[in-house]
């Protein structure tokens, strides 16, 4: 009974923030990049990130209903095979988005969160952005049984999903002259690759983290009649 009570409680209050984010927070873009979809939203990861996760508890909720959360069924519905295969990306993407952000917040703040953007986005909306993400898809890991997908494939959905970000973040800067984050600014271009590599390997990092913590946590069911060596 928990797990739909966490499922739809995350869904309803990540909706909520988007919604409100939409309509009430007014952020101070430079000119030239307050012109994106989504009121320019869709230039920071956060929003990527947090739209992900939405999507996700919306489905377990659903899987909660009318899938089966047994530890690795035979034959999972389709709604089991969704959200599993978008937990695995899930998991890794909101450590990172608040490790990422924490960890640059307590270097300098204004490399990731200037004043103008702090003072549009109070604390109650901040951090289910940026903190509970990974709080409730940690609690997820631990309470859910999870079969990820081959490593194959899940690690060719990260990659797909982080290079398109990536990519996208150059063409922004190729259409405005401007960073989305001010870490960039400060960077010179071998800098910025690295930098940007970095976040690519740490996100494996996670990646990996989760496959193994759930591998822990919901081993695969033994073949009867199989003999141990």
């Known amino acids: 009974m928990a797990l739909p009570i966490l499922h739809i409680f995350a869904a309803v209050l990540n ?15 430079e000119k030239g990049m307050d ?15 947090f739209v992900l996760h939405a999507v996700y508890y919306w489905i377990a909720f659903a899987n909660d209903i009318f899938g089966t959360n047994d530890v690795s069924p035979r ?34 703040k204004d490399l990731i969160f200037p004043e103008p953007v702090e003072k549009a986005y109070p604390p109650w909306i901040n951090h289910p952005l940026h903190t509970l993400v990974s ?31 990536l990519v996208f973040l150059f063409i922004v800067y190729g259409q405005t002259g401007k960073w989305v ?12 690759i690295c930098f940007c590599l970095g976040s690519v390997a740490i996100g494996h990092i996670f990646y990996f983290l989760g496959e193994s913590l759930n ?15």
């Open 15 to 29: 909706s909520y923030i988007l919604w409100y984010d939409q309509v009430y927070v007014n952020v101070p873009f």
């Open 35 to 49: 012109s994106y979809p989504f009121r320019s939203r869709v230039l920071f990861l956060t929003l990527w990130n």
């Open 75 to 108: 034959h999972p519905p389709l709604i089991r095979k969704i959200k599993d295969m978008i937990f695995a990306l899930a998991f890794p993407l909101g450590v990172y988005v608040s490790v990422a952000f924490w960890g640059v917040y307590a270097v300098d």
């Open 135 to 165: 709080i409730f898809i940690t609690i997820e890991m631990l309470t859910s049984n999870i079969t990820y997908p081959r490593r194959k494939l899940g690690l060719a959905i990260i990659n797909v999903f982080i290079f398109s970000y």
């Open 181 to 192: 984050y001010p870490v960039l600014t400060h960077l010179n271009w071998p800098l910025r």
């Open 215 to 229: 591998r822990n946590l919901n081993p695969p069911p033994k073949i009867k009649g199989k003999k141990s060596r």
